[in-house]
C-alpha cells in the first residue's frame, strides 16, 4: 500500500504544496514583521518622567521609550557599577528618546531599572516636532502671540499659531520652489543663450539688447517675489512658545520651527488613531530632513516611479525586437547560437558591472559627446555628461533586457505556426502577421517580461549608485519648466534611501525605523507595479484568446 502510494506521486505533490505553503507563510511574515516595525513608529508614543537616583546623580529624564532588553548584572558591575543588593541575575533597561538635542549630548540614553525612583506619564507633558534638531519634550509655559503672552485657552491658541506658521512656511516654500524658482531658472537659460551667442560669433546689439531687457523684467519680477517671501518669512516668525524641559529650565521655540504639537499622555484611541493617518502621511508627501533621518520620502517615491516608468518604456522595445527577430527572422546557425548564450550570460552579470559600464559609456562617452555637440555653451560645467536619471533607465534597460527577450520568445514559441500559415495564406504579409496577429498573441508574455524587469530594476541600488542616484536630489526630474521633464537631473530612490538611512545615518537609533517604514514602503510601491502590470497582461489574455483556438 505505501509503496502504491509513492509510485501514485502523491507525495511529492504534498511536498511541493508544503514547500510552497512554507515559502508563502516565510514572506508573509517577513512583511508582516518590516510593516510592523516600520508603521508602528508613528502611532503616538506615550511620553513619560523618569525620577532616576542610584548608580547615576539625581536627575529627571522625559521622553519615549524606544526598546528594552535584559542585560547580566555581572555586564553592568564590569563598569564599575555596584548591584550587590540586586538580587537578580538579569536587569532590564529601557532605551529613552529624549529629544531636545541642543541641549542634551545625545537625543538616546539608556536608563536601568535599578536607577528609576519613579515613573509616570503626566498628561501636560507635550511632544514638537520640529524641522531642525527632532523633537522637544517639556511642558508648555507660555504662548506667545505677536508679543503678547496668552492666558486664557493657551493650548487651543497654540494650536491655531501652529498652524498658522505651517501654512505661512508651505506658501513661503511654494513662492521659492515656485516662482522664483522659475526665474532663477530662466535667468539661467539667458546665460546660457548669451554664451551660445558668443561661441557662434552671434551675439548681435540687438540681442545683447534683447537679452538685457528680458533679465531686467525678470529682475524687476524677482525683486517682488523676494519681498513676499520675506514678509511670509517675518510674518511666520511672530510667534513663540516657552517650554520647561526635563532640567527644569524654560526655552523659547520660535513657532515658525514647530511642525506640530501633541499631548500623547491626553489622547484617546480616536484622536490616536488620527495622529497616526496624519503622520503617515507625512511621510509619504513630505520631503526629508536632518540627514534624511526625519520628514518623508515623496522624492524618493517619486524616483524611484519615474525612474521604472522610463526604462519599462526603454526596454520593452528592444527586447520585444530582438526576441521577434530571434525567433522569427535569424536562421538557426552558430551565430543565433551565441548571440541566445550570450543573452543568458548577461542575466547573470553582477549588477554593479552595469553601473560601471553605464558610467563608462553612457554618461563619459554618450553624455560627455552630447554636451559637446548641443550644450557647449554650458561648459565647464556637464549637461548630460554627469550621472542622471536618464542614464540609470538606460543601465537598468540593458539590466533587465535578458528577461524581456526570454519571456517575449517564449509567448512567441507558444503561438501555433498554423496561425502564421493561416494568416499568410489569407494574402497577409509577414510584417502584417506579426504586427496583428503574433504580437497581439504574444503581448501576456510580453507583459510577464515587463513585470520581472520592474520587479529587478525597482530594487536595485548597486548600479544607480553610479549613474544617477543621490543622498538628496535639489529638484525633482519632472517640473514647471521647460521642456518638464529633465531627464539630466539626478533623483532620489527608495533603495538607496535605505540604504543611506540605515548604514550612513549619524543618529543610528533615530533611523532605525525609517529603514524598515522606507523597506516597506518600497515593497509596496514594487507590488502596486506589478499589480498594474499583471491586470493589464490579465485584461490582454482574455482579449487575445479566442485567437488562441
Do not use: C
Amino acid at each position: 500500500m505505501v509503496k502504491q502510494w509513492f509510485k501514485s506521486g502523491s507525495p511529492w505533490i504534498w511536498m511541493t504544496g508544503g514547500a510552497v505553503s512554507i515559502s508563502l507563510i516565510s514572506v508573509l511574515g517577513l512583511l508582516a514583521m518590516i510593516a510592523w516595525k516600520g508603521l508602528s513608529f508613528f502611532w503616538p508614543s506615550e511620553v513619560i518622567q523618569l525620577e532616576l537616583q542610584g548608580s547615576v546623580a539625581k536627575q529627571t529624564v522625559i521622553g519615549e521609550v524606544y526598546d528594552r532588553e535584559l542585560v547580566a548584572k555581572s555586564r553592568i558591575e564590569a563598569t564599575g557599577v555596584d548591584l550587590s543588593h540586586y538580587d537578580k541575575e538579569q536587569l532590564e533597561r529601557l532605551l529613552i528618546k529624549t529629544g531636545n538635542r541642543e541641549y542634551v549630548d545625545l537625543d538616546f540614553r539608556w536608563v536601568l531599572e535599578t536607577d528609576i525612583k519613579s515613573r509616570t506619564a503626566p498628561a501636560e507633558l507635550a511632544v514638537f516636532e520640529r524641522s531642525k534638531n527632532g523633537n522637544f519634550y517639556g511642558y508648555v509655559d507660555q504662548v506667545i502671540k505677536d508679543g503678547e503672552v496668552i492666558t486664557e485657552n493657551k493650548i487651543d491658541v497654540l494650536y491655531e499659531l501652529v498652524e498658522r506658521a505651517v501654512e505661512l512656511n508651505d506658501q513661503a516654500l511654494d513662492l521659492q520652489n515656485g516662482d522664483i524658482g522659475h526665474i532663477n531658472y530662466e535667468l539661467e537659460r539667458l546665460r546660457l543663450k548669451e554664451k551660445a551667442y558668443q561661441l557662434d560669433n552671434e551675439l548681435t546689439d540687438e540681442r545683447v539688447a534683447e537679452l538685457a531687457t528680458a533679465r531686467a523684467e525678470l529682475r524687476e519680477e524677482y525683486s517682488v517675489l523676494e519681498k513676499q517671501l520675506f514678509a511670509l518669512r517675518k510674518e511666520a516668525k511672530r510667534d513663540q512658545v516657552t517650554v520647561k524641559d526635563m532640567r527644569g529650565e524654560v526655552v523659547t521655540l520660535p513657532l515658525y520651527q514647530v511642525l506640530d504639537v501633541w499631548f500623547p499622555n491626553d489622547m484617546g484611541f480616536f484622536a490616536k488613531l488620527g495622529h497616526y493617518f496624519v503622520q503617515l502621511g507625512k511621510f509619504v508627501s513630505d520631503d526629508p530632513r536632518e540627514a534624511n533621518t526625519e520628514g518623508g520620502v515623496f522624492p524618493a517615491i517619486f524616483g524611484t516611479v519615474f525612474m521604472v516608468l522610463l526604462m519599462a518604456v526603454i526596454v520593452t522595445p528592444f527586447g520585444v525586437v530582438a526576441a521577434i527577430y530571434l525567433h522569427e527572422y535569424a536562421a538557426k546557425n552558430a551565430v543565433t547560437k551565441m548571440i541566445r548564450i550570450a543573452v543568458i550570460n548577461l542575466a547573470g552579470v553582477p549588477s554593479i558591472v552595469y553601473g560601471v559600464f553605464g558610467l563608462g559609456f553612457f554618461v563619459y562617452m554618450l553624455g560627455g559627446s552630447i554636451d559637446q555637440l548641443f550644450y557647449p555653451e554650458s561648459s565647464p560645467s556637464p549637461v548630460f555628461g554627469t550621472p542622471g536619471v536618464i542614464w540609470s533607465a538606460l543601465t537598468l534597460a540593458i539590466l533587465t533586457l535578458p528577461v524581456v527577450i526570454v519571456s517575449t520568445e517564449e509567448g512567441l514559441s507558444r503561438i501555433p505556426s498554423t496561425v502564421r500559415h493561416g494568416s499568410l495564406a489569407l494574402g497577409a504579409t509577414k510584417a502584417e502577421t506579426l504586427w496583428r496577429i503574433i504580437i497581439p498573441m504574444a503581448s501576456p508574455a510580453i507583459m510577464t517580461g515587463l513585470i520581472l524587469a520592474v520587479a529587478r530594476a525597482a530594487g536595485e541600488v548597486a548600479p544607480l549608485m553610479l549613474v544617477g542616484v543621490v543622498k538628496m536630489a535639489p529638484t525633482l526630474p519632472l517640473d514647471g519648466n521647460f521642456p518638464y521633464v529633465h531627464l539630466d537631473r539626478k533623483f532620489m530612490h527608495l533603495g538607496f534611501h535605505i540604504y543611506d538611512v540605515g548604514f550612513q545615518s549619524p543618529n543610528v537609533e533615530a533611523a532605525r525605523p525609517l529603514v524598515y517604514a522606507t523597506a516597506f514602503l518600497l515593497v509596496s510601491v514594487i507590488i502596486a507595479l506589478n499589480i498594474t502590470a499583471i491586470g493589464i497582461r490579465n485584461h490582454l489574455r482574455e482579449k487575445f484568446r479566442a485567437l488562441e483556438h
